[in-house]
């Protein structure tokens, strides 16, 4: 059975860096796209970034220029380098896998798109 489980979350500073791991646990035939989505308090799990089996990336405006989304795809893991964090960044930080399948064919910001999830970590960014 296919698990996520994220790492390297945590508190920093405002301007401070962090990064997120996502390790894919289980044996995977299929890999389509994984991508990192947040959720702050209060709001809806928002997209950050994605990345597909040939390594093409896409980002969340907000974080355009900041963050950077790569995989160890002989590790099975996913990463999420975020640089210059903001306050606003703070949020429960979520990895999601489309795998195993036929590609949904989704948007890479559409939360059916992945059909497994992490449990999420945080991550809290003080001013």
């Known amino acids: 059975q296919v698990q996520l489980v994220e790492s390297g979350g945590g508190s920093v500073q405002a301007g401070g860096s962090l990064r997120l791991s996502c390790a894919v646990s289980?044996?995977?035939?299929?890999?389509?796209?994984m991508s990192w989505f947040r959720q702050a308090p209060g709001k809806e799990r928002e997209a950050v970034a994605a990345?597909?089996?040939?390594?093409?990336?896409d980002y969340a405006d907000s974080v355009m220029g900041r963050f950077t989304i790569s995989q160890d795809n002989a590790n099975n893991i996913l990463y999420l380098q975020m640089n210059s964090l903001k306050p606003e960044d703070t949020a429960m930080y979520y990895c999601?896998?489309?795998?195993?399948?036929?590609?949904?064919?989704?948007?890479?910001?559409?939360?059916?798109?992945?059909?497994?999830w992490g449990q999420g970590i945080q991550v809290t960014v003080s001013s």
């Open positions: 999601a896998a489309d795998l195993d399948r036929l590609s949904s064919g989704g948007s890479w910001y559409a939360i059916p798109t992945y059909n497994y």
């Open positions: 990345i597909d089996s040939r390594s093409t990336t």
């Open positions: 289980g044996r995977v035939y299929i890999r389509n796209s």
